[in-house]
Every structure is written in C-alpha cells, then in structure tokens.
C-alpha cells in the first residue's frame, strides 16, 4: 500500500531562512503527489501537486518540491521564510489513498 | 469557486450525548471523508463514502457512525460522545486526485 513519511513533527526557522520540511513515500509506481498547508484555525487547502508532468513543481506562496523517484522523496522548499509561512504542512499520496502524512509544524522565528 | 462547508465551526457536548457533524460540497463529487485531526497523529480517517447511501470504514471507525443519504450531504455521527473523542473533525470530498477540504469542526466532550 501507499504511504507517505514525514520527518520532523516540528521544523523552527529563522525569517529569511531556507524552508525544507521532508516527505517520503513508499510505492512501487510513481505516485500522485500532494503537499497541503493548514493555517491556524482553518481547514487544509493545496499548496502544489506532482502528476509526473515535470519532477519540479511550484506552488503558492514560492514554495516548491522537486520528485526524486531514486529518493522517493517530494521534498517541500521555500528559499525564503515569512513569518506568514506558520502553519501545519501535510504531505499525501494521492488517488484513493487514505493515508496522509502525520504532518509538520514550521514556527518562523522573528 | 469549490467549496466544502461543516455545520459548525465550534461545538461542545457533554458525555454521552448523540452528536451530528454535517458536511456539504457543491463540487458534484461521488466521494467524500471524513477525518479527525489530533496533536501529533496527523490526520486519521474515520469513514468515507464513494457514492449516495455507500460507505466504508476508515482507520478508526469505533464510536462513529455515518450517512449519505445525498450526493452532496455527508453526516458523521457520534452514537454516544466521549471525552476520547474530543477533537478537530475535518470533512473533505475529491475529485479524481485532489482533496478538498472544510474548515473543520472543533468539538469538546465534557
């Protein structure tokens, strides 16, 4: 079955600092790939989506993720953070997979 | 514009009462879901439903129940609240890969 991991339950980084939050996926065929973002008290909206139309996708808010199938990695990055950027990040596998990862919280310290 | 909306954006009950969570979409989509987010677990599927009056167990189904008796109308039932149960409840419907989420239900079981 598809899964995804996420390593780190909480990610701090300085404003201006390079954003990297790590998912990695479990699959033997390439995936449908997912980050969303979840603001304080709201519900989670999609920030990008990889359907291997090209390996780097870009999303809202100038953030990326490049798919590295020898990785199975879809890493999110910003080079840049805003403190605007605080929020839950949740990344997913897509299609009729249930699974979503267990999330990752960005504090952007002043 | 998509949208997914939930009866309440609060809601507090006391043990042992019988609780109805509403979602609704005006996206026409055949699935729906609903999940429960909790510090630290990410998000955990409780049911989903893939069509009017079908529905599947998620990953934590005890001390739920659901109904689906319109396309656009997805209810989840708590037969008898629990403190345990204390939690954001988040309902989502998908097109073919994307999920749309409410903004969540936030509910306390005193």
């Known amino acids: 079955a598809q899964s995804v991991t996420q390593l780190g339950s909480h990610v701090s980084v300085s404003e201006g600092a390079l954003v990297l939050l790590r998912c990695n996926y479990s699959?033997?065929?390439?995936?449908?790939l997912f980050w969303y973002v979840q603001y304080p008290n709201q519900g989670l909206q999609l920030l990008l989506k990889?359907?291997?139309?090209?390996?780097l996708v870009k999303g809202i808010n100038g953030f990326e993720a490049e798919f590295k199938k020898s990785e199975t990695s879809f890493h999110l990055t910003k080079p840049s953070a805003h403190m605007s950027d605080a929020a839950e990040y949740f990344c997913w596998t897509g299609a009729n997979n249930l699974f979503f990862g267990t999330g990752t919280r960005l504090t952007v310290i002043p | 514009d998509v949208k997914v909306t939930q009866s309440s954006r609060y809601l507090v009950k006391r043990t042992g009462e019988k609780v109805f969570l509403e979602c609704v979409q005006d996206?026409?989509?055949?699935?729906m879901f609903w999940y429960r987010q909790d510090p630290g677990l990410g998000l955990r599927l409780i049911y989903f439903s893939y069509d009017v009056k079908m529905k599947e167990k998620g990953d934590i189904p005890e001390g739920y129940s659901v109904s689906r008796e319109k396309k656009e109308r997805f209810s989840l039932i708590l037969e008898s609240a629990s403190t345990n149960q204390t939690s954001m409840y988040l309902c989502?419907?998908?097109?073919?890969?994307?999920?749309?989420f409410g903004p969540g239900t936030r509910l306390t079981v005193l």
């Open positions: 990889y359907t291997s139309a090209a390996t």
């Open positions: 699959s033997s065929v390439p995936p449908y």
């Open positions: 996206m026409d989509h055949e699935n």
């Open positions: 989502a419907s998908s097109s073919i890969n994307e999920q749309f």
